[in-house]
């Protein structure tokens, strides 16, 4: 006996699975048919440590095929594609995420993530919490009080939300770093080396004002748009007129409206969710903020295909989990699915 | 007199104003009084403005329908005097107080009833709001409740239900239910049967004269077009017909001697009950009810009245009281009144 939630469960989780097999396949092939030449960027990289010169290593070097021969059988890049996808597949699953080219030293991957993923986690979690929190309250408060205060409130909502990033990090950046000097003009806490020591978090917290600033701004513009529609959504649907009519006051008929409008508010957090994970690539760059932006900029700039298959799947796998969360939450927020958890289906 | 009358509106205009600024006009200078007490009936074809005017007298206006001109009144026993009666102006009275007065006074069944509930509460705890929100007795209120479900045949595990566990017909009458909780003195209802199989409009027929006869809800303003529910039930009728009140009277009169063409025309209408085909034929009204964006001038019944004359066309008739309560819209009984 199998209920059609559970069966709705089910099949929600083998789509995702198949999903998850059909992204990183893509984030396998995808680095490897890309122009340019991996391995002959990490063997330049390592032959100019030191010498701050770049470029033409491959042919000045005489050793340089030798090298590189070196380099491909070590990373085992002359097996058939396969084998190597699935070597890959299951090391990526038993938490061997590779060894980056980015860097000469050849850091593992997973080790780069764990020191840049927190920077970006501390930048974009509270970011998110606090715009969707306000951004739904400015949304809900300009649908239920109308009039002027929606049509200016709408209005800068919109202006906000279509800021983009990088512009408004230039101004803020202007104005308080530059013209005020009370906050840093760029984020990476100068010289130092990322860790979890008490100054490293300090230094952070110090860069982390004007890019949390800039995306909290941003996003409580797009959360209010979506609010504020959901809630007039629902002020104009019958229920709505028929518990006017029951003289229930206006406080009440608004707490109505909210608790129908804010459903898929939450969805939407879900999703959001996964997102994270990737950092805000351009406010991080623009910045210099070191979090996963940045790392992927490197990996991205250095043609770091190890770094990049592992991120990206990386990523693709957090965003698929958000989603999946979110399509089961679904469920437990609206008791019209909700439903189908009792209800018997032979 | 005041005792005497429960609800009325004068010069009642209610439009819908669509987007391109073109208005529909639902009520269109409506002046009525509704006499206070028993089950009584608002009759027209869909389209002629019931429902807008139904939900006016309860003063439920609210975008795309406004007021263009009017006032609406409500009329009660003063509080703490038996013999004393007050006339509230519902425009000018706060909103606190006219929610005061909703839901406990004065009452609605929506025609909308079937989606009239909240998708994500359970009834039970609707009901609860509303006891709460009037000062009242949860528990009573919710004892009650049950009671009056059982009367509509609803199941007892209803108040743990959410809206979409019930079918159309279930909702409807849960809302029926709802509506005449606290016992409303003016409650209008529009259309409560319209969705509901014969066994379940007896149900709520039989419900709604009950809670009339045993003076729990003192007036019953049935909106319908169902010319033979309100011709068993009501003692009095008011026609419409395009957005205008086109007669008034009690049952008897309008049933013996209607005066406006209109009414003669929608009485001849309907079989009566127990005949057989060959033996009346049926007639309908030719032509359509106007369009009430573009109302034909005049008379709004002149396109299709056997009886229109040239000022018809015109000039839009007077109202004539031919005798207390009993009045009519029409320019043939303007020199029987002089």
């Keep these: 006996m199998v209920s059609s939630f559970q069966r709705y469960i089910i099949n929600k989780t083998a789509t995702y699975i198949v999903l998850w097999f059909l992204a990183a396949f893509l984030n396998f092939l995808l680095p490897r048919i890309m122009p340019g030449d991996p391995i002959g960027r990490y063997l330049e990289t390592l032959y100019n440590m030191g010498q701050g010169t770049t470029g033409g290593i491959v042919q000045v070097v005489p050793e340089a095929e030798k090298l590189r021969q070196q380099v491909i059988e070590q990373f085992g890049l002359d097996k058939p ?93 202007f104005i308080f770093g530059v013209y005020y000097k009370i906050l840093p003009v760029s984020g990476k806490p100068g010289y130092m080396i990322p860790s979890l020591s008490f100054d490293y978090i300090k230094a952070l917290l110090y860069h982390w004002i004007l890019p949390m600033t800039t995306i909290t701004l941003i996003g409580i513009g797009g959360w209010s748009i979506g609010m504020r529609a959901y809630v007039i959504y629902q002020l104009n649907a019958n229920y709505m007129k028929y518990s006017k009519a029951l003289g229930l006051p206006q406080r009440v008929l608004g707490r109505y409206a909210f608790r129908n409008a804010i459903i898929p508010q939450f969805i939407a957090f879900a999703m959001s969710f996964g997102g994270l994970f990737a950092g805000n690539l351009l406010v991080e760059m623009v910045y210099g903020y070191p979090g996963m932006g940045s790392l992927l900029s490197m990996i991205l700039g250095r043609l770091d295909i190890f770094g990049m298959q592992a991120i990206f799947t990386f990523t693709a796998t957090m965003i698929l989990v958000a989603n999946y969360v979110a399509d089961i939450m679904y469920g437990f927020l609206d008791p019209r699915i909700r439903r189908g958890i009792t209800e018997v289906v032979e | 007199m005041a005792r005497d009358i429960v609800s009325k509106a004068q010069d009642l205009r209610l439009y819908y104003i669509l987007p391109n600024n073109i208005y529909v006009k639902a009520v269109d200078g409506v002046n009525i009084e509704i006499p206070r007490g028993g089950f009584l009936g608002l009759v027209g074809e869909s389209g002629s403005g019931k429902t807008t005017l139904a939900e006016g007298l309860l003063y439920l206006i609210d975008p795309p329908m406004i007021k263009i001109s009017g006032k609406i009144f409500y009329i009660r026993k003063r509080e703490g005097s038996s013999t004393e009666y007050e006339t509230i102006d519902l425009e000018t009275l706060p909103q606190h107080r006219l929610d005061q007065l909703r839901g406990v006074e004065l009452s609605l069944i929506p025609q909308y009833a079937m989606d009239a509930l909240n998708p ?58 709802i509506s005449t909780l606290l016992n409303p003195k003016f409650l209008v209802a529009d259309e409560p049967v319209s969705n509901l199989d014969v066994v379940q409009q007896h149900i709520v027929i039989d419900f709604l004269t009950e809670l009339v006869e045993k003076k729990i809800v003192e007036t019953l303003l049935m909106v319908t077009h169902d010319l033979h529910l309100i011709l068993e039930k009501s003692r009095y009728l008011l026609l419409m017909y395009g957005g205008h009140i086109v007669e008034t009277g009690s049952k008897e009169e ?5 005066l406006h063409p209109y009414t003669k025309m929608f009485l001849e209408s309907i079989p009566p009950v127990g005949s057989r085909i060959e033996e009346k034929r049926i007639r309908g009204i030719p032509g359509n009810p106007p369009d009430l964006r573009y109302p034909p001038p005049g008379c709004r019944f002149h396109p299709r009245c056997p009886f229109a004359m040239d000022i018809c066309r015109r000039k839009e008739p007077p109202e004539i009281e031919v005798r207390p309560g009993r009045k009519v819209k029409c320019w043939l009984f303007v020199d029987r009144k002089v």
Excluded at chain 2, 149 to 169: A, V, W
């Design chain 2, 254 to 258: 309008v049933w013996s001697e209607p």
């Design chain 1, 81 to 173: 594609p396969y084998t190597q996808f699935f070597l890959w597949l299951i090391n990526f699953l038993r938490g061997d995420w590779g060894y980056s080219l980015a860097f000469p030293n050849l850091p593992p991957v997973i080790d780069l993530v764990k020191q840049y993923l927190p920077p970006t986690l501390m930048l974009l979690i509270p970011s998110l919490v606090i715009s969707w929190v306000v951004g739904n309250y400015l949304g809900a408060y300009m649908a239920l009080k109308g009039g002027k205060v929606d049509k200016i409130g709408l209005s800068s909502m919109q202006f906000i939300s279509l800021i983009p990033a990088y512009w408004l990090i230039i101004v803020l950046v």
């Design chain 2, 120 to 177: 994500t509460m359970k009834i039970g705890s609707f009901i609860k709001d509303v006891a709460r929100y009037h000062g009242r007795d949860v528990d009573e209120i919710l004892n009650r409740a049950l009671e009056r479900f059982k009367l509509l045949g609803l199941p007892s595990d209803i108040l743990n239900r959410y809206p979409h566990e019930l079918s159309g017909g279930m909702r409807q009458r849960t809302v029926v239910g």
